[in-house]
């Protein structure tokens, strides 16, 4: 801005601070931040004006009182080359910027956490192909992705710093919008905090057998209560257990027609046991189409990802990734409690057992996909977000009871009142009764 130009910004900040409006602290901490107010030659008194304004927009919250205190301490500052201020203001502002201090060092003294010791905490441990891609480089991807996804405008983080005065309906006035995902703490604590099951190929799910991916087609007959695998065999579809002929049509649609994509990112390296005339690249992803399945009208997407967890202590939830649906996809969610398995079975009689897995349970993080009513084909790029895991309190360790104060009130009817009784007597009769 020019000299002209500031001045009569400046000018529009008072008006909208004398009407109390809610956009003046946003606005006016972009103008305080952004330009040097000595340089454009506005007076000390004049920028001294404007930050106590600014500083008192702020509603009480002690989360925001980083930027409170800096204009607070800059006022203060310019406060002492005023000399027909009035004495009581500085001391009024020292005094404001002491209880400002106090309110956030309480505030983060309440939120502190206190992290317990390693011997603590609910050991969760994953067991997979590529511990470096899944447990390291993919999380790295995941909060990224959802850190973009969500980001704020500069004009929106001002925006969550001010409460101003109360609320007036100003649904197009942008300088005070603030309800925004990526300023939702929970919202986003939610999706960064958690364990991401990302994979390295695309996925495609479609109604139709057109254009698969290079990994081929697994065919699957679901419907709620019943899905069966399928395979192509002579134009027709057949068993894929047994090669018997079924009578479905290819529109049927409860067919759902599965592929994937070969590895397209360098962050996955490892290579398994490749067949003859596999290229390279495609024998990951054919070795989890050779493992889904199907469940009802979702698909299973085996990963094999073992989480081995104390099932006395832990849960594990698994919920779909909310961006899911904007692909045409829907997930379902689950709870993991235990092994879904015999403890005899080779997963835990093993010839050498290990000294970690004792006392632990394990189970598979599978994904279970299905297409949204009106998609007739959804891809999921690589190094998408599918699914997040939470670690949750196990049910047998807790328990749920009523509040030791809470009682039960119970109410005595009034009697029949008498025919012929008078209302002083009936007046009589229930203050006797209270």
């Known amino acids: ?11 529009h900040l008072l008006t909208l601070a004398i009407r109390q409006d809610q956009s003046f602290g946003t606005l006016a901490s972009a103008f305080l931040r952004d330009n040097n107010l000595q340089e454009l030659g506005f007076r000390t008194d004049e920028e001294f004006n404007l930050l106590l304004a600014a500083s008192q927009a702020f509603g009480p ?3 925001r009182y980083g930027t409170k205190l800096e204009f607070l301490e800059r006022a203060l500052k310019l406060s002492e080359s005023l000399e ?3 004495v009581q203001i500085p001391q009024q502002i020292q005094q404001e910027i002491q209880k400002t201090k106090k309110d956030l060092d309480n505030y983060h003294e309440a939120v502190h956490v206190i992290r317990n010791s390693e011997e603590e905490r609910a050991k969760i441990i994953i067991e997979c192909d590529e511990p470096n891609y899944f447990l390291d480089k993919a999380q790295k991807k995941a909060n990224s992705f959802y850190q973009e996804l969500h980001n704020l405008s500069p004009e929106a983080k001002r925006a969550q710093s001010y409460t101003g005065p109360p609320q007036q309906f100003a649904p197009d006035n942008t300088e005070i919008h603030k309800e925004f995902a990526g300023a939702c703490g929970p919202f986003m604590n ?6 991401h099951v990302l994979l390295p190929f695309d996925i495609k799910i479609s109604r139709k057998p057109d254009n698969p991916l290079e990994t081929g087609v697994r065919i699957f007959y679901g419907k709620e209560g019943y899905s069966f695998p399928l395979r192509y065999e002579m134009g027709k579809l057949c068993s894929n257990i047994d090669g018997e002929v079924v009578e479905v049509d290819t529109t049927d649609p409860n067919l759902r027609f599965l ?3 070969q590895v397209r990112t360098s962050d996955f390296n490892i290579e398994l046991p490749a067949q003859q005339n596999i290229p390279k690249g495609l024998s990951y992803p054919l070795t989890v189409m050779q493992h889904a399945g199907s469940l009802g009208p979702y698909v299973q997407i085996s990963t094999n990802l073992k989480a081995w967890f104390d099932a006395s ?3 594990l939830l698994l919920e779909p990734a909310p961006e899911l649906s904007k692909l045409g996809i829907e997930g379902a969610s689950g709870l993991l409690t235990r092994t879904y398995g015999l403890g005899t079975t080779d997963s835990y009689s093993t010839p050498k057992p290990e000294p970690w897995k004792d006392g632990l349970s394990f189970n598979y993080l599978n994904l279970f996909l299905n297409l949204a009513n009106d998609t007739e084909e959804a891809t999921i790029p690589y190094n998408t977000p599918i699914c997040s895991v939470y670690p949750v309190l196990a049910r047998s360790s807790s328990l749920f009871s009523k509040s030791p104060s809470a009682r039960t009130i119970t109410q ?3 009697p029949p009142q008498q025919p012929n009784q008078s209302r002083a007597e009936r007046r009589r009769a229930q203050r006797q009764r209270q």
């Open 190 to 195: 939610a999706l960064t905090n958690a364990f």
């Open 412 to 414: 005595t009817p009034p």
């Open 259 to 261: 592929s994937m994509s």
């Open 1 to 11: 801005m020019d000299t002209e130009t500031a001045q009569s910004y400046y000018n």
């Open 84 to 86: 027909s201020l009035p």
């Open 313 to 315: 202590q832990v849960s």
């Open 61 to 63: 919250e002690p989360r």
